[in-house]
T-cell receptor
């Protein structure tokens, strides 16, 4: 079945860039998403990209999509301690629901 | 965009009882989705709720345990029946727009 994989942990220093990677198997995915979840909180949609795009930039966030390799990445520039959270990659199935990765826990050290 | 109101936001329930979670959307949507997030885990789809027809359940989830209602295009309920501690999770409803996918704030359920 469809699968979404991402590394479980990432640690960076404040001010550095963070890059969170994700791979997926369903080549028919139309939209791909990045969500942020802080402890005890709900899911916050950070950004999403349509499958016919290669890149999307939104302030400190840059999403890169390599459709051939089924690889999605999220770059956070000038990472701050407030960016510490779990980041979920998700892809949208043709039925409309999302398939999620297991989440990457980003730790930002001052 | 869509705004989703989900309630209750949290509850502590006795094993063997049932809890009904409500999800209200501020616009009409064809499909609503119910997900479960077990402690420390990712989100897993429970079922798709379509207005006017039976919900479609994913493998591992059954109607007797998670009955769903979808009386109109803006509202749905998920019931967690005959609860056990293993049902302790966050339950979220979701709708998919043209591109964005929106989630309610979730219901944090603890079964004791």
């Amino acid at each position: 079945g469809e699968d979404v994989e991402q590394s479980l942990f990432l640690s960076v220093r404040e001010g550095d860039s963070s890059v969170i990677n994700c791979t997926y198997t369903d080549s028919s995915s139309t939209y791909l998403y990045w969500y942020k979840q802080e402890p005890g909180a709900g899911l916050q949609l950070l950004t999403y990209i349509f499958s016919n795009m290669d890149m999307k930039q939104d302030q400190r966030l840059t999403v890169l999509l390599n459709k051939k390799d089924k690889h999605l990445s999220l770059r956070i520039a000038d990472t701050q301690t407030g960016d510490s959270a779990i980041y979920f990659c998700a892809v949208r199935r043709s039925q409309g629901n999302l398939i999620f990765g297991k989440g990457t826990k980003l730790s930002v050290k001052p | 965009s869509a705004v989703i109101s989900q309630k209750p936001s949290r509850d502590i329930c006795q094993r063997g009882t049932s809890l009904t979670i409500q999800c209200q959307v501020d616009s009409q949507v064809t499909m609503m989705f119910w997900y479960r997030q077990q402690p420390g885990q990712s989100l897993t789809l429970i079922a798709t709720a379509n207005q006017g027809s039976e919900a479609t359940y994913e493998s591992g989830f059954v109607i007797d345990k998670f009955p769903i209602s979808r009386p109109n295009l803006t509202f749905s309920t998920l019931t967690v029946s005959n609860m056990s501690p293993e049902d302790s999770s966050i339950y979220l409803c979701s709708v998919a727009g043209q591109g964005e996918a929106f989630f309610g704030q979730g219901t944090r359920l603890t079964v004791v």
